[in-house]
C-alpha cells in the first residue's frame, strides 16, 4: 500500500467553527508532514513530524494545531480561521524524513473559510 | 536563505517530442537534494525523479533525466518522448537540513503535451 488518504476531500468552514483534518499512511513511514497549497502556487510547509515529534513548525499561525497520535496517523486541528487560510491542505509522509527520501503525497482537503 | 527559481510558468510540448525544464537554485548549503515533483489536474503529487548533490552523475528515469550543474546551481529536467498523460505541473524542490529536513518547492512549471 502505497497511498496517503485524507479526510474529508472538502470542507466548508465557518471563522468560529472548530474542524479537524486527518492524514492516514500504512506504508511504515516515521516522517510526516502538513503543506498549504494555494490555488496555481507551490505547496508551503507548515510542520514536520519526525518519529511522532514535531521536528519542524514553520511559524505557523496557532488556529492551527497540528497532532500526531501515532506513526500512521497525522491530524490538523482548526480553529478560529480567518478567509485567507482558504487552500488546499496537503498531508505527505516519508521513510524517515531523511534528506533523499521521496515524499508520498495526499490528495489534499480543499479546504473553504467564509 | 535557500530558493528556487522556475522560470518557465508555462510551456507545451507536442506529443513525442522532447521538452526540458529549467530551475535554478541557490543554497550555503554542500549537502542537499534535488526533486522533480509531478502534480497532474485534480491528481496526487508523484516523484519524477531524484539527485544527490554529491553525485556528478545526471539521474536518469526511463524517459525523464536531468542535467545537474552544480557550479551553476541549475536542476533542469528534459523529457523525450513527451506522453499526453506527463500534462502536469511540474516542481522543483530541494531538500537540506537546516536544523530538520525541510524540502522548499520552486513556483512550478505547467506543461501541456498536445496530441
Known amino acids: 500500500d502505497t497511498e496517503v488518504t485524507q479526510t474529508p476531500k472538502h470542507l466548508v468552514m465557518g471563522m468560529t467553527n472548530k474542524k479537524s483534518l486527518k492524514c492516514e499512511q500504512h506504508?511504515?513511514?516515521?516522517?510526516m508532514y502538513w503543506y498549504k497549497q494555494k490555488a496555481k502556487k507551490p505547496p508551503e510547509l507548515m510542520f514536520v513530524y519526525s518519529y511522532e515529534k514535531l521536528s519542524i513548525n514553520e511559524s505557523v499561525p496557532s488556529r492551527f494545531s497540528p497532532e500526531c497520535p501515532n506513526s500512521s496517523l497525522l491530524n490538523l486541528h482548526l480553529h478560529a480561521l480567518q478567509p485567507e487560510d482558504s487552500a488546499l491542505y496537503l498531508c505527505a509522509s516519508s521513510q524517515a524524513g531523511g534528506l533523499a527520501d521521496e515524499q508520498y503525497f495526499g490528495p489534499g482537503t480543499r479546504l473553504t473559510v467564509t | 536563505a535557500q530558493t528556487v527559481t522556475q522560470s518557465q510558468p508555462e510551456m507545451s510540448v507536442q506529443e513525442a517530442e522532447t521538452v526540458t525544464l529549467s530551475c535554478t537554485y541557490d543554497t550555503s548549503e554542500s549537502n542537499y537534494y534535488l526533486f522533480w515533483y509531478k502534480q497532474p489536474p485534480s491528481r496526487q503529487m508523484i516523484l519524477v525523479i531524484r539527485?544527490?548533490?554529491?553525485?556528478?552523475q545526471n539521474a536518469t528515469e526511463n524517459r525523464f533525466s536531468v542535467n545537474f550543474q552544480k557550479a551553476a546551481k541549475s536542476f533542469s529536467l528534459k523529457i523525450s518522448d513527451s506522453q499526453l498523460g506527463d500534462t502536469a505541473m511540474y516542481f522543483c524542490?530541494?531538500?537540506?537540513?537546516?536544523?530538520?529536513?525541510?524540502?522548499?518547492f520552486g513556483a512550478g512549471t505547467r506543461l501541456f503535451v498536445k496530441a
Open positions: 539527485q544527490e548533490a554529491y553525485k556528478q
Open positions: 524542490a530541494f531538500a537540506v537540513n537546516t536544523g530538520g529536513f525541510k524540502t522548499i
Open positions: 506504508m511504515g513511514h516515521r516522517a
